[in-house]
């Protein structure tokens, strides 16, 4: 069993950055690949990005180059630094844990075992 706890969201301005945290439980952690996706209101949720169990990351488009995922396994946590936000990034933003630590890229949210509570992004323009 994971359980994880997201961190970090706030208000900003277009252009600016937030660093969020995804915190885990699980001693088996290190050997998960671990996905961020957000919700924008009215809208489904959508992929943003994934590391695997080894560093490998994987982006969305829309994100590339602006944010960077990263894991820090003895602290069992996993961050999403988000640079050159847009008011279009404005979500909650969730992570999830895979079972599947290899695989590099998985955008189905079905896929994903575990997930925590969300933590909102807003940006102002």
């Known amino acids: 069993q994971v359980q994880l706890v997201e961190s970090g969201g706030g208000l900003v301005q277009a252009g600016g950055s937030l660093r969020l945290s995804c915190a885990a439980s699980?001693?088996?952690?290190?050997?998960?690949?671990v996905g961020w996706f957000r919700q924008a209101p009215g809208k489904e949720r959508e992929f943003v990005a994934r590391?695997?169990?080894?560093?490998?990351?994987y982006y969305a488009v829309s994100v590339k180059g602006r944010f960077t995922i990263s894991r820090d396994n003895p602290k069992n946590t996993v961050y999403l630094q988000m640079n050159s936000l847009k008011p279009e990034d404005t979500a909650v933003y969730y992570c999830a844990a895979d079972r599947n630590g290899i695989t590099i890229v998985q955008v189905m949210d079905a896929s994903y075992d575990y997930w925590g509570q969300g933590t909102q992004v807003t940006v102002s323009s």
């Open positions: 699980g001693r088996t952690f290190s050997s998960y690949a």
């Open positions: 590391i695997n169990w080894s560093g490998s990351t």
